[in-house]
């Protein structure tokens, strides 16, 4: 088990980006950037490991990325600024379903298929720009 701490990032850009942990409550793990110094901007990721139950034969691994983008703000003619809110955010989801009988190498594979896919041209326009599959 893995114990909490910073996960480094590196974006599009090249840009590194360093999710610090916030906290962990009833086994979901959350860290966000702070790099942006507004709270209500702050990119989070989530982190959370259900393992088999009698109800269900695997174990759930789900990942979630949240990206805000804040108002641009302008001060009013009266000279106050606006707090900072939230225009959109953007969110990636992962789950991951590992079931009981699998073995290393087969939960390898699928995270190393799923990391490449994201790479692939097909899937990498469709996020970037939209493009639809004929």
Known sequence: MSAL????????HTVTHVFKPLEMVNGLATFEDRS???QV?????????VRPSKNSQVTKVRVTLAVPKLETLASAASGFTPAPTVAYT???KLEVFLPIRGVLAERQDIRSL???????????AAIDTGEGVY
């Not at 701490?5 to 599009?12: F, G, M, N, T």
């Not at 799923?114 to 990498?124: F, G, K």
């Open 5 to 12: 701490a910073d996960l480094s990032i590196v974006d599009a």
């Open 36 to 38: 942006g110094g507004v």
């Open 41 to 49: 901007g702050y990119p989070t990721l989530n982190l959370q490991v």
């Open 90 to 92: 953007t969110v990636a």
């Open 114 to 124: 799923m990391y490449n896919a994201l790479t692939n041209a097909v899937i990498t």
